[in-house]
């Protein structure tokens, strides 16, 4: 079984790579996506792996052009969906740096939710660190207003994923993507999955509190903060979503917040459109 999940992975991290007719894979990009594949079928993923179906993280880390070499932020972490992927993936070669936001950032949540953000600080590391089998020391965390100064402009790439309606809807997406904007090389690069809202959806709706940002404003934002668009991609594009539910992006699974209320239909639409951005540190 692992041995066909392997193979599955490959295919479709290579697929997601692969070179135009005539042309041949380098060699490095091809170990490249072997090492992606292994990564994706660990047997420490059995239950992160039902997601895949969604999140599509072979083909989006390929999109990302992350490489096993590359020093990476993941931004706000959470359960680390995404560390059990590219921690593994990196260490090697590379360096894993987990970066959230401030714990006081998320107040509107209450009080239970900023403590938990806060512990991260003395558990992410510790907690990875066990689960993966990787010194807790190779698993590093900071805060987003306490990124070491050491690290700015040595990292290849930062990933955001599903957080920018956060931190806009929080008042601190601006000190939040500058730190990451320093902490980046020169031409190094960030990827954004997030949210998508409809073009013309009503602004009322688009303020991060739904969850769903526009594709043109988001573009917009990071243009005006340093960054250049270099691709953009429909990997993790859902066109079954409208994008207008009266509980936001929470209606749809895994959160199902109408709870059994036409929990069916929300099932067979899926997780939600996202836009899948990759941008480069200008300058």
Known sequence: M???????????????????AGETAPAETKAENVALAETLADARRDEDRPRDEFRNPGETLAFFQVEPSHTVIEYAPGGGWYTRILAPYVNEQGS???????????????????ERVRGFAESFSATQSE???????????????????????????????????????????????????????????????QHRAKADAPEAYVDGNMGY????????????????????????????DTADYEDGVWTLPPSYAKGDEDRETYAAIGESDRMTLLFKKAG
């Open 2 to 20: 692992r041995h066909i999940l392997m193979a599955a992975a490959g295919a479709l991290a290579m697929t997601a790579c692969a070179p135009e």
């Open 96 to 114: 894993y740096i987990a970066v959230s936001f401030p714990p006081e950032a998320a107040s509107p949540l209450g009080d239970e939710f900023v």
């Open 131 to 193: 689960g993966l089998g990787i010194p807790a020391e190779a698993l590093p965390f900071h805060f987003g207003n306490a990124i070491p100064e050491e690290l700015n402009g040595t990292v290849d790439r930062v990933l955001m994923i599903r957080m920018m309606h956060n931190l806009i809807r929080w008042g601190v997406a601006d000190s939040e993507v500058e730190a990451l904007h320093a902490a980046l090389k020169p031409g190094g690069m960030l990827g954004v999955v």
């Open 213 to 240: 940002l526009k594709q043109d404003e988001l573009i917009a934002y990071f243009e005006g903060k340093g960054f250049e668009l270099v691709d953009t991609s429909e990997i993790n594009a859902n066109p079954d």
